[in-house]
């Protein structure tokens, strides 16, 4: 067998580390009537007001609201980030709750929402989202940044709107006074809210915040995928990146710290090698 999943490439690749990034080579499937969905442990963050998220996404199937990820308490879902398109409108949106004192925070039984003033409602189209959380910063709008195929968009709000200055995040918290904290891909933790479509590249970085241009760039006027460099990410402990090449381990972790997800309801056809996001292999 040769190409991509042959025998050569696992042995050659896999066996110095991290594989060559070659182009975006997989998505996953991710099917809301199967409840597919990946999940995993976080571990201690190295910055719980600060995080970065891309991500490459295409739908299957507009409405119903499907969510693609979720940062939440392992033992309810109350205290949690979610990442999800509308259902009445199909907009991106990040929306969190805050409730009986999340993280230490000081507004306790707080919502939260900032999302696209546009709807995704494509079914053909491969996008990249990028979004930036970094709470730190003093002006509120600043707070979360959104992106997609490399622009900035235009945001409205709802509920609290923007996290408060210094809110920890569920999305990076780890373990946090004895209460662990989960990531879930494709799926509403931990409702019964789950994407229909595929995902690629997904890449976490707790800590840092990156443009776009980090992990795509404008390649004669379409938004394409680049080679991300992992050698010069810093992931920080928290950090994934999943690239799908394994189709017996989707929920593999190549950002080197070993941050693996659980895979459920996903089997080998879930992998998918072609009808890739657009991409450029050097």
Same mark, same amino acid.
């Given at each position: 067998? &040769?190409?991509?999943? %042959?025998?050569n490439? @696992? !042995?050659?690749?896999? #066996?110095?580390g991290?594989?060559?990034?070659g182009? $975006?080579?997989a998505?996953?499937?991710?099917?809301?009537?199967?409840?597919?969905e990946?999940?995993?442990?976080?571990?201690?963050?190295?910055?719980?007001?600060?995080?970065?998220?891309?991500?490459?996404?295409?739908?299957? &199937?507009?409405?119903? %609201?499907?969510?693609? @990820? !979720?940062?939440?308490? #392992?033992?309810?879902?109350?205290?949690?980030?979610? $990442?999800?398109f509308?259902?009445?409108d199909?907009?991106?949106?990040?929306?969190?709750?805050?409730?009986?004192?999340?993280?230490?925070?000081?507004?306790p039984?707080?919502?939260?929402?900032?999302?696209?003033?546009?709807?995704y409602?494509?079914?053909?189209t491969?996008?990249?989202?990028?979004?930036?959380?970094?709470?730190?910063?003093?002006?509120?709008?600043?707070?979360?940044?959104?992106?997609?195929?490399?622009?900035?968009?235009?945001?409205?709000?709802r509920?609290?709107?923007?996290?408060?200055?210094?809110?920890?995040?569920?999305?990076?918290?780890?373990?946090?006074?004895?209460?662990?904290?989960?990531?879930?891909v494709?799926?509403?933790?931990?409702?019964?809210?789950?994407?229909n479509?595929?995902?690629?590249?997904?890449?976490?970085?707790?800590g840092?915040?990156?443009?776009?241009?980090?992990?795509?760039?404008?390649n004669?006027?379409?938004?394409?995928?680049?080679?991300?460099?992992?050698?010069?990410?810093?992931?920080?402990?928290?950090?994934?990146?999943?690239?799908?090449?394994?189709?017996?381990?989707?929920?593999?972790?190549?950002?080197?710290?070993?941050?693996d997800?659980?895979?459920?309801?996903?089997?080998?056809?879930?992998?998918?090698?072609?009808?890739?996001?657009?991409?450029d292999?050097?």
């Amino acid at each position: 067998m &040769s190409g991509f999943l %042959g025998t050569n490439y @696992f !042995t050659n690749s896999f #066996a110095a580390g991290i594989p060559d990034w070659g182009g $975006i080579e997989a998505v996953a499937r991710f099917d809301s009537a199967d409840t597919s969905e990946m999940t995993r442990d976080q571990v201690t963050a190295d910055n719980q007001d600060k995080w970065t998220l891309s991500w490459w996404f295409k739908r299957a &199937s507009t409405g119903a %609201g499907p969510n693609m @990820f !979720t940062g939440n308490k #392992a033992t309810e879902g109350h205290n949690a980030d979610h $990442i999800f398109f509308h259902t009445g409108d199909d907009t991106l949106r990040w929306e969190a709750q805050d409730y009986n004192g999340n993280l230490g925070t000081d507004n306790p039984n707080t919502s939260y929402s900032v999302y696209h003033n546009s709807g995704y409602t494509s079914t053909t189209t491969w996008y990249h989202a990028v979004l930036q959380y970094d709470s730190t910063q003093g002006t509120s709008s600043n707070r979360i940044k959104w992106f997609v195929d490399g622009s900035e968009v235009t945001k409205s709000t709802r509920y609290s709107g923007y996290p408060g200055q210094n809110r920890s995040s569920p999305m990076n918290a780890g373990v946090v006074s004895s209460e662990a904290y989960k990531t879930h891909v494709g799926h509403q933790g931990p409702y019964s809210n789950n994407f229909n479509g595929r995902l690629a590249e997904i890449i976490f970085i707790d800590g840092t915040i990156y443009a776009p241009t980090q992990f795509a760039r404008d390649n004669g006027g379409t938004w394409t995928a680049k080679n991300p460099d992992v050698d010069n990410l810093t992931f920080g402990a928290n950090g994934h990146y999943l690239r799908f090449l394994e189709n017996d381990n989707l929920g593999r972790d190549y950002s080197g710290n070993d941050n693996d997800f659980t895979v459920s309801n996903m089997g080998t056809d879930h992998q998918e090698t072609s009808n890739l996001p657009p991409t450029d292999s050097s």
